[in-house]
């Protein structure tokens, strides 16, 4: 049964810092590249960070910066480290895994969400 179980999220205040984990299971956690995408109120879901299986990462604009994407496969688990945050970082956050084949993706999981409201 694969899995993706995300923590860490909440209500912080302008300029504070959060750290999201997304923990998988089920799968070959090293083998697939992860990504955090977020969705804001009335916003489409947009990609916020990803890191691939030998670690190279890449940002959105809006996150570079402010926030770090990393993971521990000893663990199976994912991070994104959002410093300085701010209001327009309100949204639902979701982990994401893909799997490719010699370049070409195959599939994906999803995690459930987690909310990070920051707000005074």
């Known amino acids: 049964q694969v899995q993706l179980v995300e923590s860490g999220g909440g209500l912080v205040q302008p300029g504070g810092s959060l750290r999201l984990s997304c923990a998988g299971s089920?799968?070959?956690?090293?083998?697939?590249?992860m990504g955090w995408f977020r969705q804001a109120p009335g916003k489409q879901r947009e990609l916020v960070a990803k890191?691939?299986?030998?670690?190279?990462?890449n940002y959105a604009d809006s996150a570079k910066g402010r926030f770090t994407i990393s993971r521990d496969n000893d663990k199976n688990t994912v991070f994104l480290q959002m410093n300085g945050l701010k209001p327009e970082d309100t949204a639902v956050y979701y982990c994401?895994?893909?799997?490719?084949?010699?370049?070409?993706?195959?599939?994906?999981?999803w995690g459930q969400g987690s909310q990070v409201t920051v707000s005074s």
């Open positions: 890191i691939t299986r030998s670690g190279s990462t």
């Open positions: 089920g799968f070959i956690f090293s083998h697939y590249a």
């Open positions: 994401n895994a893909a799997y490719s084949d010699d370049g070409d993706f195959k599939h994906e999981y």
